[in-house]
C-alpha cells in the first residue's frame, strides 16, 4: 500500500512538472509573439529620451518645442491604444497561469509608478525628475528582471540587470545626462531582445 502511494506520488510530481515545463514553453511562444511590443515601446522610449536629450543641448524656437511635444504625446497615444488593443485580442485567446501573472507583473509596475510619484511630491512638495528618472528605472528593471526569470529567457535578465545597474549610475548625474543613460537601457533590455525573439517568431 505505501508502495503504491509512493508510486503515485512520484507519479504526481513528474506530471507536475511536466505540466510546468509545457506551461513555460506556451508562454515563451507567446512572448516571442509579443516580441513586437517589446520592440514598439523600445524604441518609443529610446526615441523619445535621445530627444529630450537633444533638445536640451540645442537651441529651438517655442514653436519647434511645441510641435515636439505634440508629435509624441500623439505617438505615445497610439501606442498606448496599439498595446491595449492587442492585450485584448490576445486575452480571447489561449490562456495560461504564467501569462496572467505576467501581467499583473506589468499592471503592478504602472501602479508602483503612480504611487512613487505620489510619495516623492507628498515628502518634497515637488517632483524631483533627477530621483524620479532613476527610481521609475528600478521598477522597470524589476519587472524585466521577473518577467525574465519567469520565462527563463537570460537575454531578458540580463537586460534588466543592466538597466537596474544603469539606474544607479545616472543618479550621480544631472538630469540632462539621464535622458541619455535612460535611453541606453531601453536600448539593451527592450530593443536588442524585442529584435531577436521577433526574428525567432519568424523562424
Known amino acids: 500500500m505505501e508502495e503504491n502511494d509512493k508510486t503515485l506520488n512520484a507519479f504526481d510530481e513528474n506530471q507536475s512538472i511536466q505540466v510546468i515545463k509545457e506551461m513555460i514553453q506556451v508562454s515563451q511562444k507567446s512572448f516571442k509573439?509579443?516580441?513586437?511590443?517589446?520592440?514598439?515601446?523600445?524604441?518609443?522610449?529610446?526615441?523619445s529620451y535621445v530627444t529630450n536629450y537633444i533638445m536640451y543641448?540645442?537651441?529651438i524656437t517655442r514653436q519647434m518645442e511645441r510641435?515636439?511635444?505634440n508629435l509624441r504625446f500623439a505617438i505615445t497615444i497610439i501606442a498606448i491604444v496599439y498595446t491595449l488593443y492587442?492585450?485584448?485580442k490576445k486575452s480571447t485567446k489561449v490562456k495560461t497561469y504564467i501569462g496572467i501573472s505576467l501581467k499583473y507583473v506589468?499592471?503592478?509596475l504602472s501602479v508602483s509608478l503612480v504611487l512613487a510619484s505620489m510619495i516623492i511630491h507628498n515628502v518634497l512638495q515637488q517632483i524631483n525628475f533627477e530621483l524620479l528618472h532613476p527610481i521609475f528605472m528600478m521598477f522597470i528593471a524589476f519587472a524585466t528582471v521577473v518577467t525574465g526569470g519567469i520565462l527563463r529567457y537570460k537575454l531578458v535578465i540580463i537586460g534588466g540587470i543592466v538597466f537596474g545597474a544603469l539606474a544607479y549610475t545616472?543618479?550621480?548625474f544631472s538630469l540632462e545626462i539621464q535622458m541619455l543613460f535612460e535611453a541606453a537601457a531601453w536600448l539593451v533590455a527592450f530593443i536588442v531582445p524585442g529584435h531577436l525573439l521577433y526574428a525567432k517568431r519568424k523562424q
Open 86 to 88: 492587442y492585450v485584448f
Open 170 to 172: 545616472c543618479s550621480y
Open 57 to 59: 543641448n540645442v537651441v
Open 67 to 69: 510641435i515636439s511635444q
Open 106 to 108: 506589468w499592471v503592478s
Open 33 to 47: 509573439n509579443d516580441g513586437i511590443l517589446f520592440l514598439l515601446w523600445g524604441w518609443l522610449m529610446f526615441i
